[in-house]
């Protein structure tokens, strides 16, 4: 089922490339859209990722432990902890800043939304949200106690080249982004729940999170960029590239509820076995491109900039 559902996102993709028209302007548009590329990929992309139905879930209350009221207190609590992290991890130019900064800004980002009313379900997306924080605390923290055998393959890949000083800026980003989503996202969704007790679906509320994502790409890297690595970045594509992240991310976030759905279907240890087997195999190999792709030679230099413009 995995091996179809990606390649019927690939096949998808390769539609909207190919038939696609350019979004033509409305008319109480302020400003021009500086990526023409974005109105002939993302919104045809979004409105097919639409059309994908979910897997029939049973629905359940949720029996977690944490954010049991759903009030959006939980984001507070959990964006409190990420500043606290932040900031020490600034103090000492450590590479884990990169991440770190990101997920801050993505949750601050989903807390806006939460209370404007974006989403359909406010409580599910704190549960989410703060279910998805705690699992990152903990790894993080086993690693940096030096608890690591059971941290997940992704996860040591991306936190080792961190230590290591071995990747640029975006390598970093990109290494923990795949492990946070493609590894982790898919048991917080399971664990959370897919469907409400009155069977209505999250899934429109979890793929109407991407057109929020695409907000954040560009001053997010600029971000990066100014304090913790000029190269970030430098890939010189004008504004396609935050095109080209949507993309990217929509396809990740697609396969994560896939994934999700497998481990809520699975009514055997045989059976989960299996879907974790898929969920590690497939952030682990992600993991290990990103890692070759994104080495650097000269670390030394992103280090001097953080010490120079780490701090706010």
Known sequence: ?????????????????????????????????????????????????????????????????????????????????????????????SHSAIFSLAYLRVTENVSNAVRSGYFADAKWLNRVDTVFADLYFKTTSDWEAGRRPKIPAAWKIALKAEDDHAMTGLGNFLLS???H???????????????????????????????????????????????FDPSFDDIDAGTVEETIAGVIMRGWREMVWRHAELLSLARTGAQRNLVEKQIETYAALQALGIRQFFTTPHPEKRDAWCAAHGAV
């Open 1 to 93: 089922m995995i091996t179809l559902a990606r390649a019927a996102l690939g096949l998808l993709l390769a539609l909207v490339l190919a038939v696609s028209p350019l979004r033509p302007a409305a008319a109480d548009d302020p400003v021009p859209d500086p990526d023409p590329i974005r109105g002939l990929v993302l919104p045809p992309l979004d409105i097919l990722i639409g059309l994908l139905p979910p897997l029939p879930i049973p629905g359940a209350d949720y029996a977690g432990d944490l954010c049991k009221s759903g009030s959006s207190t939980c984001i507070d609590e959990v964006m409190a902890r990420m500043r606290t992290r932040l900031d020490g991890l600034v103090a000492t130019c």
């Open 177 to 179: 982004m795949n492990a």
């Open 181 to 227: 989503i493609n590894r982790d996202f898919p048991y917080v969704l399971a664990k959370v729940g897919l469907t409400a007790p009155d069977g209505t679906s999250h899934k429109a509320d979890h793929n109407r999170y991407n057109q929020r994502l695409d907000s954040l790409y560009m001053p997010v890297f600029a971000e990066e960029a100014a304090r």
